[in-house]
């Protein structure tokens, strides 16, 4: 089936699953050696190095965090990135979506996310109710308290970066890719906003960018990683519920806390294989 363009998603909003299919729309094929997307790398690179603003809020270094994962010159080959959220430190305050809207210039507008925090009520009776008011960016209003409510806690999401990701392969034209260290991303020079993407990705981690006419999403904030930097998000946790660095290799704090932590991915039976590992998931979640 060929996902319907016109119908929009995003956070909040539940993306219909990709059913694998190639979609058939008459874009052009261009050749891939004409989309060198080193060259975008190093263009975002290039970018961040001549003054493109970064985000100075209060900013938290996790006393227990050695450093950057990354570091300018590295072979991206030599990475495979990926993130850590540990819902037991999220207290929803939103830093982390104010911060990634700010540095990536992200429209402060609905719909619009890179990274959005869901708070899930459960019952008494295990059923969950889950919330997001604007993505969760100026925090949320306090819950009223209930007898029925079992617990209450936050969902920091974002794009997954999976290994395996559907949004990749149905985009016609090649558009969104992952680079070498893990990263899907997209090229916005290519990007023909046919929103297939948007459709496939089960996460609804994408969305349509409203003046430029193209797919958004998280990048892991590559532009800052590859010159030694976390994540925007990363930065303004006042909590260090966020993790991110490499996946491989033992000593690394990413990779200590997925083994330490009995980390799960979300929808882990669509063999997307996500890169974004939680502790303490609850069974609820989606
Ligand atoms: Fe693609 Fe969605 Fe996976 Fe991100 S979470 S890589 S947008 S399928
Ligand atoms: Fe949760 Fe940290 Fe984001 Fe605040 S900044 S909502 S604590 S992940």
Not at 65 to 70: C, L, N, T
Not at 71 to 79: M, R
Not at 137 to 152: C, E, M, W
Not at 160 to 169: D, F, L
Request: proline fraction near 12%; charge should be neutral; glycine fraction near 10%.
């Amino acid at each position: 089936m060929i996902p319907d363009p016109t119908v929009p998603t995003g956070p909040g909003l539940t993306p219909a699953p990709s059913d694998g299919a190639e979609p058939t729309g008459s874009a052009p094929q261009p050749n891939p050696e004409e989309v060198n997307r080193r060259e975008f790398v190093h263009s975002l690179a290039a970018a961040c190095a001549s003054g493109l603003p970064l985000w100075l809020g209060a900013i938290r270094v996790p006393a227990q965090d050695p450093g950057p994962p990354g570091a300018p010159g590295q072979d991206a080959a030599d990475h495979w990135y990926g993130m850590g959220v540990d819902i037991s430190k999220c207290i929803g305050c939103g830093r982390c979506v104010y911060a990634c809207k700010v540095e990536n210039d992200v429209p402060m507008e609905p719909g619009c996310f890179n990274t959005w925090v869901e708070r899930y009520v459960i019952d008494t009776k295990g059923e969950a109710v889950v919330d997001s008011p604007d993505g969760g960016i100026a925090g949320f209003p306090s819950a009223p308290l209930d007898p029925n409510v079992r617990k209450t806690f936050f969902v920091p999401k974002l794009c997954n970066h999976c290994a395996k990701p559907p949004c990749v392969q149905v985009c016609p034209v090649g558009a969104t890719f992952i680079t070498p260290d893990g990263v899907v991303l997209v090229d916005e020079d290519y990007c023909i906003g046919c929103r297939y993407c948007i459709q496939a990705c089960p996460y609804g981690a994408r969305w349509f960018h409203p003046t430029k006419h193209v797919a958004a999403k998280c990048t892991f904030c590559y532009h800052r990683v590859r010159q030694g930097l976390r994540p925007a998000c990363v930065e303004a946790c006042p909590t260090g519920a966020r993790i991110f660095g490499e996946i491989e290799g033992r000593a690394t704090p990413l990779a200590r806390f997925v083994r330490f932590n009995d980390t799960q991915v979300l929808k882990p039976n669509l063999n997307t294989r996500p890169k974004v590992y939680y502790a303490k998931l609850d069974m609820e979640v989606r």
